[in-house]
């Protein structure tokens, strides 16, 4: 038997969308509207490049030499971005998820993250896609079931297929993270560059991202209107950041909503956005698409 990279592939459906989650990651792999691809991807026998549509946990962005202190402690993570000498995206690459329900409209999957080299805590997530008439929702429900504190951060990393040169895109950040230009690693926040505000709709054409936004208040939005459709991501407000990415091809967008922003595990601008969850304790968040 032959497996995909990516595992059992999840298919669900309802009116004029259609989803592929993975079992590798519970990896968004594909979102479609009217039979059209709305998202910039990989196929079902190829392995994910840059981080397409995983889940970012128990941290997204990058965590400094891979190294944090929490409660005491010294930590020192793999080093998963070698050129920046970064632990980049968290735990979950190459991780098998389980099935708790698979339903014509929704796959919910479900993983623990253990004690391991760099990480001390016991997490269980589940994390529901459902697809309906608006769209597609992303749940996430993250739980300590250990006996120790745990720091914690979640993002996603989906990429909207675009047609950059003629894009026309509205993001709602006033803020953006100033960072080092080597290693992308945060300085300051401050308020969004003129190069970044979008908050009036214009062509993004030759603009270039890489870069942690914030600044919003509450739930937020963000429009992307190309290849003859409409897309809006959204998120809730547990979720203020938004990681924003111009593919190197000029062929995609992506848009990473996030809990806290980059090296948020370590002392600097982005820590008090970093979640700790005490014994028993949760957090939820939830985004999504919709497209017209």
């Given at each position: 038997?032959?497996?995909?990279?990516?595992?059992?592939?999840?298919?669900?459906?309802?009116?004029?969308?259609?989803?592929v989650v993975?079992?590798?990651?519970?990896?968004?792999?594909?979102?479609?509207?009217?039979?059209?691809?709305v998202?910039?991807?990989?196929?079902?026998?190829?392995?994910?490049?840059?981080?397409?549509?995983?889940?970012l946990?128990?941290?997204?962005?990058?965590?400094?030499?891979?190294?944090?202190?929490?409660?005491?402690?010294?930590?020192?993570?793999?080093?998963?971005?070698?050129?920046?000498?970064?632990?980049?995206?968290?735990?979950?690459?190459?991780?098998?998820?389980?099935?708790?329900?698979?339903?014509?409209?929704?796959?919910?999957?479900?993983?623990?993250?253990?004690?391991?080299?760099?990480?001390?805590?016991?997490?269980?997530?589940?994390?529901?896609?459902?697809?309906g008439?608006?769209?597609?929702?992303?749940?996430?429900?993250?739980?300590?079931?250990?006996?120790?504190?745990?720091?914690?951060?979640?993002?996603?990393?989906?990429?909207?297929?675009?047609?950059?040169?003629?894009?026309?895109?509205?993001?709602?950040?006033a803020?953006?993270?100033?960072?080092?230009?080597?290693?992308?690693?945060?300085?300051?926040?401050?308020?969004?560059?003129?190069?970044?505000?979008?908050?009036?709709?214009?062509?993004?054409?030759?603009?270039?991202?890489?870069?942690?936004?914030?600044?919003?208040?509450?739930?937020?939005?963000?429009?992307l209107?190309?290849?003859?459709?409409?897309?809006?991501?959204?998120?809730?407000?547990?979720?203020?950041?938004?990681?924003?990415?111009?593919?190197?091809?000029?062929?995609?967008?992506?848009?990473?909503?996030?809990?806290?922003?980059?090296?948020?595990?370590?002392?600097?601008?982005?820590?008090?956005?970093?979640?700790?969850?005490?014994?028993?304790?949760?957090?939820?968040?939830?985004?999504?698409?919709?497209?017209?």
């Amino acid at each position: 038997m032959t497996l995909n990279p990516t595992g059992t592939q999840f298919t669900i459906t309802h009116g004029r969308f259609a989803a592929v989650v993975t079992e590798v990651g519970a990896t968004l792999r594909s979102l479609t509207f009217d039979g059209q691809e709305v998202l910039w991807t990989f196929a079902e026998n190829e392995a994910p490049s840059g981080s397409m549509g995983r889940q970012l946990l128990p941290w997204p962005n990058r965590i400094r030499d891979g190294r944090y202190t929490f409660d005491g402690e010294s930590y020192q993570l793999p080093i998963t971005e070698v050129p920046r000498t970064t632990a980049l995206h968290g735990l979950n690459d190459g991780v098998a998820w389980q099935l708790v329900s698979h339903t014509a409209d929704e796959v919910i999957l479900t993983s623990r993250y253990y004690p391991q080299r760099g990480w001390n805590a016991v997490l269980e997530a589940t994390i529901g896609h459902r697809v309906g008439n608006d769209g597609l929702t992303v749940s996430v429900e993250v739980t300590n079931v250990g006996a120790t504190r745990a720091p914690y951060g979640y993002g996603a990393h989906p990429y909207l297929a675009a047609d950059l040169a003629t894009a026309e895109l509205t993001l709602p950040f006033a803020q953006e993270l100033l960072v080092d230009p080597e290693r992308l690693l945060p300085i300051s926040i401050a308020e969004v560059t003129a190069e970044h505000d979008f908050r009036e709709t214009r062509v993004i054409g030759d603009t270039e991202f890489d870069t942690a936004l914030t600044g919003v208040d509450g739930a937020w939005e963000l429009t992307l209107t190309t290849l003859g459709r409409t897309v809006t991501l959204w998120a809730d407000e547990t979720l203020p950041w938004g990681q924003v990415f111009t593919q190197p091809q000029r062929k995609a967008l992506a848009v990473e909503p996030m809990t806290c922003g980059p090296d948020a595990f370590n002392e600097g601008p982005t820590h008090e956005g970093l979640i700790v969850l005490e014994p028993g304790a949760s957090s939820r968040s939830v985004w999504g698409f919709r497209v017209s």
